[in-house]
């Protein structure tokens, strides 16, 4: 069983019993069974319906993959509940992310240059406030300014807050 498999079998099993599924380790394969950190992603018709993740792991891929997609369709509070029917239509996308690397840009500069040829997934962090952005983000905001700044909206920050010194910054990538 693969980790997009997982996840849709984790969603069906949610919409149909409103449980999380049982699973049975020894059909996983071995890396699902290391810790891991992911986001599952859910589109209905090609429009994102969820998405929810976990930055850091802290508990074997699988159970993160199944809380994961599960809290998805279920809890992300941007979008209605996620139905049976929708999943005629459903898309998965399953992003394991790679141990986050803190980052302190020497200057401003450095920080465009580094996110321009680079596009790291990234977390912001002021305030006491954080959002983070996965590396697929770079395609609706290619743009570094306009990443960071949208970044910065999505904490609830002033859209400059990227500008100041005391933001700390935290990279990741995605694994195949």
Not at 9 to 16: F, G, K
Not at 51 to 56: M, W
Not at 116 to 127: T, W
């Amino acid at each position: 069983m693969n980790k997009h498999t997982l996840a849709k079998w984790a969603i069906t099993t949610y919409l149909t019993t409103h449980q999380l599924p049982l699973i049975n380790t020894q059909k996983l394969p071995p890396h699902l069974s290391q810790k891991g950190a992911c986001f599952v992603s859910v589109y209905v018709n090609g429009r994102l319906r969820g998405c929810i993740g976990t930055a850091q792991a802290f508990e074997p891929l699988y159970q993160n993959i199944v809380r994961n997609a599960v809290a998805a369709v279920s809890s992300d509070w941007r979008f209605p509940l996620l139905t049976l029917t929708d999943m005629a239509h459903l898309k998965i996308e399953v992003s394991v992310l790679t141990p986050l690397k803190g980052y302190r840009p020497k200057s401003l500069s450095n920080l465009l240059s580094y996110l321009e040829k680079n596009r790291p997934g990234l977390v912001l962090i002021s305030a006491g406030r954080q959002a983070l952005f996965l590396p697929q983000v770079w395609q609706q905001l290619p743009q570094p300014q306009d990443f960071l700044t949208h970044l910065c909206l999505k904490a609830g920050l002033s859209p400059n807050t990227w500008q100041d010194k005391t933001t700390r910054f935290s990279t990741f990538n995605l694994q195949p």
